[in-house]
C-alpha cells in the first residue's frame, strides 16, 4: 500500500488482494481451508454492485465508489483500490504509521470444493459479491484471518478477508519545495 497525505487530503492506492494464491489456514463456512481466490472474481463482484465503500475497519465509512473517492477495479495482478481520504482521524493514522493493510467482504460466495489427503481442503472461491472495502487501522490485517457475520434481516452470511501489505506512507505537506530562488530570478525578470 502507498499512501501519500496531500494538501487535499490522504490519497491511498495498492492491491487489496492477489487472486490465485493460496491462503494460511482460514476459517469458513466450509470449515478449516486453504483458500485461492480465482482470477477475475474480484471483477465480476464489482460488476455486480453500484457501488463499493471504502471503510475503516469494516465500521466507518471513508469513502465510495458512487461519491468518486474511490476506485476498484481488477488488473492482471489483482484487487486494486485507489482513495482520496478526508476523515481526519485516518489521515493522523497515516501519519503515526497506524494503517496496517486492507481488507474485504464477500456475499453470496460461490465455490468448490477440493479434498486433499492428509491435507485441508482448498476453497476454491469462483464468485461473490463485494460491497466494501476496508483500510484496518485498530485490527490485524492478515488475508487468514476471518470473522462471518449473520445479518438478522436477511440471514445473510458476510465473510470478511484481509490482506497484510507494507504500507508506505509520504507526508507531502511537511516538506514543500522551496521555490524562492526561482521567484526572485522571476521577480528580477518582471523588473526588467
Known amino acids: 500500500m502507498k499512501a501519500e497525505i496531500r494538501a487535499d487530503g490522504l490519497h491511498i492506492s495498492g492491491y487489496v488482494n492477489v487472486p490465485g494464491r493460496e491462503s494460511r489456514p482460514v476459517i469458513t463456512p466450509r470449515g478449516k481451508v486453504i483458500e485461492i481466490i480465482e482470477q477475475r472474481a474480484f471483477q465480476r463482484a ?9 471503510k475503516l475497519d469494516h465500521e466507518k465509512k471513508i469513502a465510495s465508489t458512487k461519491e468518486g473517492t474511490l476506485k476498484a477495479y481488477e ?3 489483482g484487487l486494486r483500490a ?3 481520504i478526508t476523515d481526519e482521524e485516518v489521515v493522523q493514522g497515516a501519519k503515526a504509521g497506524k494503517l496496517k493493510g486492507w481488507s474485504f467482504n ?4 460461490v465455490d468448490e470444493l477440493e479434498e486433499r489427503a492428509g491435507k485441508l481442503p482448498i476453497r476454491h472461491v469462483k464468485d ?23 445479518r438478522a434481516e436477511s440471514e445473510e452470511e458476510i465473510e470478511v478477508r484481509t490482506y497484510d501489505s507494507e504500507v508506505v506512507v509520504t507526508d ?9 530562488e526561482f521567484e526572485n530570478k522571476i521577480k528580477k525578470i518582471e523588473e526588467r
Open 82 to 84: 485507489e482513495a482520496v
Open 106 to 109: 464477500m456475499l453470496k460466495v
Open 128 to 150: 461473490f459479491v463485494m460491497t466494501e472495502i476496508t483500510l484496518a487501522m485498530r485490527k490485524i490485517p492478515v488475508y487468514s484471518s476471518t470473522s462471518i457475520e449473520l
Open 46 to 54: 464489482l460488476e455486480k454492485v453500484d457501488n463499493v465503500d471504502l
Open 172 to 180: 507531502l505537506t511537511k516538506d514543500k519545495p522551496d521555490y524562492s
Open 75 to 77: 488488473d492482471e495482478v
